[in-house]
Nanobody, 129 residues
């Protein structure tokens, strides 16, 4: 079983940047699709970005494309989310997620959060105007 812990959240002004890091332990992550999901109060958890097992395929939600970049370093057992040009809509809780299900090397994981087996506790990102 893989354990996930996020870090790097915090308070930032609109237009600023943050880098989230997900550190995995217990298992090496090279067999897992990895993703960053986010959830605002009263809303469903949504996929912000996903990355395939060896990082050859990524997905970024339309709302973050061009501003956020997901990446991973399997040798370090880490995944990252570089968030630039943050705005007030980027303030939900961000969760690191991992899942073993694969549909090939370009598969980056399901869009449905209920399909993901492993989750971090979630750091808070707060964007101030």
């Amino acid at each position: 079983q893989v354990h996930l812990v996020e870090s790097g959240g915090g308070l930032v002004q609109a237009g600023g940047a943050l880098r989230l890091t997900c550190v995995a332990s217990g298992r090496t992550i090279n067999m897992y699709n990895m993703g960053w999901f986010r959830q605002a109060p009263g809303k469903e958890r949504e996929a912000a970005a996903k990355i395939s097992r060896i990082g050859i395929s990524t997905y970024h939600a339309v709302s973050v494309e061009g501003r956020f970049t997901i990446s991973r370093d399997n040798a370090k057992n880490m995944m990252y989310l570089q968030m630039n040009s943050l705005n007030l809509d980027d303030t939900p809780v961000y969760y690191c997620a991992a899942d073993l299900h694969t549909e090939g090397p370009y598969y980056s994981g399901s869009f449905d959060s209920s399909d993901w087996a492993y989750w971090g506790p979630g750091p808070q990102v707060t964007v101030s105007s």
